[in-house]
């Protein structure tokens, strides 16, 4: 008889082959479509370009930083505040029928939880192994159903806005002067014209208020105006004792002042007028 012959041999699992020793990744191509191991190949790939993406971005946040708008006025309940950008989808949704009002609760809480809900669960929807769209009609139909509902809503929001009119509430636009809030006047114009013309007199373009800093207005013309009204501005707008108008005019004529850097000599040519 053969030695051997007949017999099996078992390998003792206490002793490492010197395939398991070495730990040399397996050669992937042999398997169509799997031509690299996932670690740490695919990995580092999908790192290094995850790396690039983010140090670009972040380039583009620090040369380009998002614009700011002036500081929240409770006065102004006219200004109707806007998300961000990657909000401009929501706050559109809100603007239906069947998603605002009454039903305000399916806007905010029922579709976004079912559109998130099915990109969570759309991994165990479709395990198949293509990569091909074609092949995966579920994941590709929720992703496409996805991305052009975004798209839309987000373009349909940015038509709406009056992005002139919106430019006057950015930080640029604040007049370059500085609210004494001690002074008489500021009480009486907080009183009688700031929901209309904003805090710092830089005008309220929701409400149609103009700005009243570069006004060519002196004392007379000012108090005229807060009594009579002129333009849009109705008559009988400001409360108040005579006193309380003169004070009114000269705070507003105070700030003006100080925007254009004038002194007394601005002040002298007031009175003459």
């Keep these: 008889m053969q030695r051997g ?5 078992v390998e003792d699992s206490r002793v490492l082959d010197k395939e398991s020793r070495n730990k040399i990744p397996k050669d992937y191509s042999e398997y169509p479509g799997r031509t690299e191991a996932f670690w ?3 990995l580092l790939k999908e790192w290094l370009v995850g790396a690039v993406f983010l140090i670009g971005f972040l380039c583009l946040v620090a040369a380009h930083p998002s614009p700011l708008e002036q500081q929240a006025d409770p006065n102004n309940a006219s200004y109707i505040p806007l998300p961000d950008w990657y909000f401009l989808f929501l706050y559109e949704l809100l603007k239906y029928e069947f998603a605002a009002g009454d039903y305000v609760v399916i806007g905010t809480v029922v579709i976004p939880g079912l559109a998130f809900g099915a990109l969570l669960i759309a991994p165990f929807l479709d395990r198949g192994p293509e990569r091909r769209p074609s092949k995966r009609p579920i994941a590709t139909g929720l992703m496409l159903l996805g991305v052009i509902a975004t798209i839309w809503l987000t373009y349909e929001s940015v038509e709406a806005v009056n992005w002139e009119d919106r430019a006057n509430y950015s930080v640029e636009a604040v007049p370059d002067v500085e609210i004494d809030e001690e002074d008489p006047g500021y009480e009486v114009y907080q009183n009688n014209c700031m929901s209309c013309h904003g805090g710092q007199l830089e005008g309220n373009p929701a409400s149609g208020g103009p700005s009243l800093v570069g006004i060519p207005h002196g004392k007379e013309a000012l108090k005229d105006i807060a009594v009579n ?11 108040g004792t005579d006193e ?5 005019a000269e705070f507003i004529i105070s700030v003006n002042e100080q925007a254009n850097g004038e002194g007394e000599e601005g002040e002298s040519e007031e009175e003459s007028e």
Aim: glycine share 12%.
């Design 40 to 42: 740490p190949n695919f």
């Design 244 to 248: 309380e108008l003169d004070q009114l």
């Design 229 to 239: 009204g002129v333009g849009e501005m109705p008559a009988n707008m400001f409360e």
């Design 5 to 9: 012959k007949g017999m099996k041999f």
